[in-house]
């Protein structure tokens, strides 16, 4: 039987790893596009919020597919610092 937990652990860390990969490639076209470093057009707050939604999603699905508290407790520690960091993306952006 297949265990649905797992299998929507497993789709939340990989779309999280997408994201940032995702988000990675945007941000070397902008850099191409405007003739800048890659650091720089990673610095823009749209970026930096695509990358933390990332990093949300994989964090979640890593603490959803933990077995035990305290890897549940770290991932979910983990995802929480990087959904703050989402949360300040987004207030620089606003």
Request: proline share 1%.
């Amino acid at each position: 039987m297949i265990d649905l937990r797992m299998v929507a652990s497993g789709a939340l860390w990989i779309l999280g790893l997408a994201v940032i990969l995702a988000a990675l490639s945007w941000g070397n076209w902008e850099a191409k596009v405007s003739r800048s470093r890659l650091r720089e057009a990673l610095a823009r707050p749209h970026l930096q919020c695509a990358i933390s939604a990332g990093f949300v999603l994989f964090c979640a699905g890593l603490a959803l597919g933990a077995n035990r508290w305290w890897e549940r407790a770290l991932w979910g520690v983990l995802g929480a610092f990087w959904l703050v960091q989402m949360a300040w993306s987004i207030k620089q952006k606003g």
